[in-house]
Nanobody, 123 residues
């Protein structure tokens, strides 16, 4: 399975971006998916996650109300809509497929990882 996160870029503070995560090689429609980010010098952290059917989501406190994770049931695409972006959101964003139909808050719970996409928020 190959995952690819895309849609990153440079945006001003207060702006929006929508990231997409595409899977190929095997369906991930039965897996939970997590969105992680890693800023320079910091550990990778879970930002948002969604279960296989899209009806259960998780958000880190610092993105609640600003980020929305979604997916179309049965499809190999997962999205992360990011709004009201802050300079602190600058990081490389990764998507990953969970080992199960739900999601995990730990990186160890994910079996497939995509290459990241860089999000840069300028002030």
């Amino acid at each position: 399975v190959q995952l690819q996160a895309f849609g990153g870029g440079l945006v001003q503070a207060g702006g929006s971006l929508k990231l997409s995560c595409a899977a190929s090689g095997r369906t991930t429609s039965n897996n939970g998916v997590g969105w992680f980010r890693q800023a320079p010098g910091k550990e990778r952290e879970l930002v948002a996650a969604i279960n296989w059917s899209g009806d259960i989501t998780y958000y880190a406190n610092y993105v609640k109300g600003r980020f929305t994770c979604s997916r179309v049931k049965g499809k190999n695409m997962v999205y992360l809509q990011m709004s009201s972006l802050q300079t602190e959101d600058t990081a490389v964003y990764y998507c990953a497929a969970s080992r199960t139909a739900t999601y995990s808050r730990s990186t160890e719970g994910y079996i497939y990882w995509g290459q990241g996409t860089l999000v840069t928020v300028s002030s």
